[in-house]
């Protein structure tokens, strides 16, 4: 048995495979049985002490890895670990683009700091619907605290501010149909704050309902829905349509008492008048009638709504000539 073991289980740290026993192990003789048990005891109960320390160390280290690793998880606050707060930080997510021209602000790889090379961030696009804090700065897109939806340092009620959302498409653009990435389309009844500078499209204090830099009182599209004249049933988008809302170009001054003529045609675009009078069937207002819905170029819309009255292409703000498409 003894010659078993020194052959077959003296293998360990301390002893190759093939069972060579150190030169201090004493040699078997037909005296000394319990001086051979009591080395053997002792050899084999060193592998077993062996593994519990690599164990001890491999959790330690482990630990201390998890820890680490914890320490360093990106914050809500600060994405990109730059130490910068996402609310003032121009590049919220490290990718090296600028949030006002970033398509998704708070997510992306990060070029440098400590999570240089990670992905850092949420994955949705600016302009998606689920998305609802673009610059991951806390505050909801649609909050009235909210005054710097894209986090691009302008504030969203700006006149320089011409893309609101950062989606990359222009707020007066006919294809920006949700101008401050709430999720719900500037036309729609649920909308009550086109532009998302905190203001009720319905306010008074609301002096430009899409956020385009133009004031009510001469922008075309007041609601920036890309509809205008005759296409569009609701002007200032507040949820009411023209036929029941008292005040359609959103100017503080009753339809019944307002002269429009946000086209400088010289007629008032709806045909109520401060004076009280309005245009209707009776025969003193009927010339009028007949300019007030006229369509000079036969586009559909009449001229008293129409951008460019005579259809050749320059808007009649700039047009020395709206009425004559053979000059301009």
């Known amino acids: 048995m003894g010659n078993y073991c020194r052959a077959h289980c003296m293998v360990g740290p301390h002893h190759p495979p093939g069972g060579v026993l150190p030169e201090t192990m004493p040699q078997e003789t037909g005296d000394s049985p319990k001086l051979e048990t009591r080395y053997m005891k002792t050899q084999l109960l060193r592998p077993a002490a062996f593994f519990r320390r690599t164990a001890l160390t491999v959790a330690a280290a482990t630990c201390l890895i998890f820890a680490s690793a914890q320490a360093k998880a990106p914050s809500a606050n600060d994405i990109d670990g730059d130490g910068i707060a996402n609310i003032v930080d121009p590049d919220v997510d490290n990718d090296g683009i600028p949030n006002g021209r970033d398509p998704n602000v708070d997510g992306g790889v990060a070029r440098s700091g400590p999570y240089k090379g990670r992905y850092v961030g949420d994955k949705l696009n600016n302009d998606a619907v689920a998305e609802t804090d673009i610059d991951g700065d806390g505050l909801a897109d649609d909050s009235s605290n909210e005054k710097d939806i894209d986090g691009d340092a302008k504030s969203d009620d700006s006149l320089t501010e011409t893309d609101i959302d950062g989606d990359g498409k222009s707020d007066d653009s006919v294809t920006e149909t949700d ?63 023209d036929d029941i809302d008292d005040d359609d170009d959103h100017d503080g001054v009753a339809d019944t008492d307002d002269d429009d003529d946000r086209d400088h045609d010289g007629i008032d675009d709806d045909g109520h008048h401060h004076d009280g009078s309005h245009d209707d069937d009776d025969a003193e207002d009927d010339a009028e009638d007949e300019a007030e819905h006229a369509d000079l170029d036969k586009d559909g819309i009449r001229d008293s709504k129409d951008p460019d009255i005579d259809g050749d292409g320059v808007l009649n703000a700039d047009d020395a000539f709206p009425r004559d498409a053979s000059q301009h």
């Open 179 to 241: 101008i401050d990435g709430d999720g719900r389309a500037d036309d729609s009844l649920n909308e009550t704050d086109i532009d998302g500078d905190g203001k009720s499209d319905d306010s008074d204090a609301e002096m430009d309902i899409d956020g385009d830099g133009k004031s009510n009182a001469v922008d075309m599209d007041l609601d920036g829905d890309g509809k205008v004249g005759v296409a569009d049933d609701d002007d200032d988008g507040d949820g009411k349509t």
